[in-house]
């Protein structure tokens, strides 16, 4: 049995970082603390349950400032990022979680869980309990998310320039991964391979994130007879809902709460505002599910697909104000 169950989520900060960060942001530094202040309701809401989130950074005294003014503690710790990543790729500081699941490979006796920072806490974790003590390994397969809005023969196309060996499509979100150092340890060897192959062929790849070089290394590790894998999303762990216009089908908010962790990437700078707004609350999950579900919100979702993108913007700012 492993001695702990450990949370850790990633900000890693470039100036001038070509990152679609699904909120307009004025600066570097605002840009940070909308980061910053979901990291540290994600913390909150871990303590809820009595764990707490480990921040992984490039720029831990920076961080440590921007802490201090905010009046909250979070853990902070420095590890080495050795990832070559040209400038300009999309989701720069995403393809860095290589050098995470690295330094995730060497804890050992700890099932290491990466949560994207933009994560509300539904349920109590200790689920996850079940699967460290199983050694079974947990990612989130977003193939019905994909599938749909890009379509199978260019997904595919994109995979094969990476894994030739694909031939069925399984796409793996980067925002949710679990499981023991022995897993990182392979998951490390093949992202590391797949995302030198990635940065070789950009100019054919330039559209993609490294949820493509993921999904070409879980094909992988699936096939691995020595690890187990399964998809959280499945087991009702975790779960991405976009609350905006999307190309795929989804649930209504309610389907979500039986989930334990839901991903929620259109609303960043909503998190941020819970975090001015209740800054001694742990759970803020009534908060979102009340506002998800508004009809000022209905209203913003349904209008916003007729809109240029610039509109769109102004009145998510003023329906959020």
């Known amino acids: 049995m492993y001695k702990d169950l450990k949370f850790f989520g990633l900000l890693h900060i470039k100036n001038n970082e070509n990152q679609n960060l699904n909120f307009n942001s004025i600066d570097q530094n605002q840009k940070t603390l909308v980061y910053l202040k979901n990291a540290i309701l994600l913390d909150k809401q871990l303590k809820y349950y009595n764990y707490e989130l480990i921040l992984i ?66 349920n109590n974790p200790k689920k996850l309990f079940y699967f460290y003590e199983n050694k079974v390994s947990l990612v989130n397969d977003i193939s019905q998310n994909v599938i749909p809005a890009y379509g199978k023969k260019k997904i595919l196309k994109k995979l094969n320039i990476l894994n030739s060996n694909i031939n069925k499509i399984t796409w ?3 925002d949710f991964f679990a499981g023991d150092n022995y897993f990182y340890k392979l998951l490390h060897k093949k992202t590391k391979f797949y995302q030198k192959k990635f940065v070789d062929n ?27 894998i399964k998809y959280g999303n499945k087991l009702d762990i975790f779960n991405r809902y976009w609350n905006t216009n999307v190309l795929h089908s989804q649930y209504k ?17 909503f998190l941020s505002k819970c975090f001015n707004k209740n800054d001694d609350k742990q759970s803020f999950k009534t908060e979102y599910f009340d506002y998800a579900s508004n009809i000022k919100n209905t209203i913003k979702i349904k209008i916003a697909k007729y809109l240029p993108y610039k509109i769109k913007e102004k009145i998510k700012y003023y329906l959020l104000n």
Do not use: W
């Not at 100019?203 to 290394?217: C, G, P, V």
């Not at 908010?253 to 700078?269: C, E, G, M, N, S």
């Open 57 to 122: 950074t490039n720029k831990k005294n920076y961080l440590k400032k921007l802490l201090k003014e905010l009046n909250y503690e979070i853990k902070l710790i420095s590890i080495e990022f050795k990832t070559f990543v040209p400038k300009k790729t999309h989701f720069y500081s995403c393809h860095f979680r290589v050098d995470v699941f690295k330094f995730f490979s060497q804890q050992t006796n700890v099932y290491s869980v990466l949560l994207d920072l933009d994560v509300l806490v539904l």
């Open 253 to 269: 908010i309610d389907f979500y709460r039986k989930f334990t962790f839901l991903h929620i990437p259109a609303d960043k700078v």
């Open 172 to 174: 793996i979100g980067g």
């Open 202 to 228: 950009l100019k054919l790849l330039s559209d993609q994130t490294d949820e493509l070089f993921m999904s070409a290394a879980l094909h992988d590790l699936k096939n691995d007879k020595k690890i187990k």
